[in-house]
Nanobody, 121 residues
Framework: QVHLVESGGGLVQAGGSLRLSCAAS????????MGWFRQAPGKERTLVAT????????YYADSVKGRFAISRDNAKNTVYLQMNSLKPDDTAVYYC??????????????WGQGTQVTVSS
């Protein structure tokens, strides 16, 4: 059983930056692909970015490409999401997930509790 805890969310003005962290415990972190998803009020939870077990492969949703960067530190059991040039449309609860490589929620077995990101205009 993998336990995931996100941190780093908050309120930021448009154009600002935030760095989300997700600390994992209870499993072999390096054996899981890791993903960041987000869910805005009234909308479905969608993939923001994902990173392979080794960190060599990454994938980004078109809406964040060039602005967000996912990375991981397997020695620290932590995955990060650097978010730059934030827009009000980025406002959502951001969730960390661990599982197999993929773009859909079904590929991920473990989820964090989420962290709120609010971008003001």
């Amino acid at each position: 059983q993998v336990h995931l805890v996100e941190s780093g969310g908050g309120l930021v003005q448009a154009g600002g930056s935030l760095r989300l962290s997700c600390a994992a415990s209870g499993g072999t972190f390096s054996s899981y692909a890791m993903g960041w998803f987000r869910q805005a009020p009234g909308k479905e939870r969608t993939l923001v970015a994902t990173i392979s077990r080794s960190g060599m492969l990454t994938y980004y949703a078109d809406s964040v490409k060039g602005r967000f960067a996912i990375s991981r530190d397997n020695a620290k059991n932590t995955v990060y999401l650097q978010m730059n040039s934030l827009k009000p449309d980025d406002t959502a609860v951001y969730y960390c997930a661990a599982g197999g490589w993929g773009m859909t929620m079904e590929k991920y077995d473990y989820w964090g509790q989420g962290t709120q990101v609010t971008v003001s205009s």
